[in-house]
């Protein structure tokens, strides 16, 4: 069933279930859209839909074709405000949706008609898919910890294989396009045997060629707030 979800895009970024992310507000419209979300009353869903921008910083005129049609709501978690009005956030990832179009007009941020997706069925197998990803995010962060003579300090990563899939796919260094096929597979199964191919890649690209294009620190991965 469609729903309508405010939506705040994001340059560069994909959010994933159970990670966590912080956000510094000082756009008007979006501090307009926080201003909405704190005063729902009490008991409601405070969130937002985070979707990948395709390319750049900023949504043109063509909202739909400009951002990837796959998102996760961000659930509103901490907000502390400015005396001048903007916000510091503190969000975490939960459901993942369908962008299916996107309203301008209403509000001074976009808003858009999504489609929730499904939870991910079980697929037998998952078990050791998610051993032989643990195993490999392991050599990629000893790996990437290499080339600044630190030691491998390996985030302590879920058991469960879904949220494990969603951890490594935050977790390392991607392009967009690794990151937002990882937030769209259909299944648990898929996600994990795309990190498996990813991590080797990863892995060997660091090791020959001795860079690695964000700081090892980075690598760590943000759980989910209780």
């Known amino acids: 069933m469609a729903e309508a979800l405010p939506l705040f895009p994001l340059g560069h ?6 990670v966590v992310l912080p956000l510094h ?12 979300l704190v005063e729902l009353p009490e008991g409601s869903r405070r969130r ?5 921008i395709r390319q750049g910083w900023e949504v043109g005129e063509d909202a739909v074709s400009a951002l990837h049609d796959v998102g996760c709501a961000a ?36 808003v858009g008609t ?25 050599e990629y962060a000893g790996a990437a910890a290499g080339l600044q003579a630190a030691s491998a300090d390996v985030p302590e990563l879920p058991d469960d294989p879904t949220e494990l899939s969603y951890a490594v796919a935050a977790g390392a260094v ?32 660091v090791r020959r060629l001795h860079a690695l294009p964000v700081p090892i620190g980075e690598l760590q991965v943000s759980q989910s707030l209780s």
Not at 48 to 52: D, E
Not at 79 to 92: A, E, K, L, N
Not at 178 to 196: N, P, S, V
């Open 13 to 18: 970024t994909v959010l994933f279930p159970g």
């Open 25 to 36: 507000v000082f756009e008007e419209r979006y501090r307009e859209l926080v201003r909405t």
């Open 48 to 52: 937002f839909g985070v979707v990948a």
């Open 75 to 110: 659930e509103l978690r901490r907000v502390s405000r400015y005396p001048d009005g903007r916000y510091d956030i503190v969000t975490v990832g939960t459901d993942r949706f369908r962008l299916r179009s996107v309203d301008r007009a209403s509000r001074p941020y976009l």
């Open 114 to 138: 999504v489609e929730w997706l499904p939870p991910e069925p079980p697929s037998s197998g998952e078990s050791g898919l998610a051993a032989g990803v643990r195993m490999l995010f392991g």
């Open 174 to 205: 991607l392009t967009l396009e690794d990151r937002q096929a990882l937030l769209a597979a259909e299944t648990t199964r898929a996600r994990l045997r795309a990190e498996l191919r990813l991590l080797k890649r990863e892995t060997t690209m």
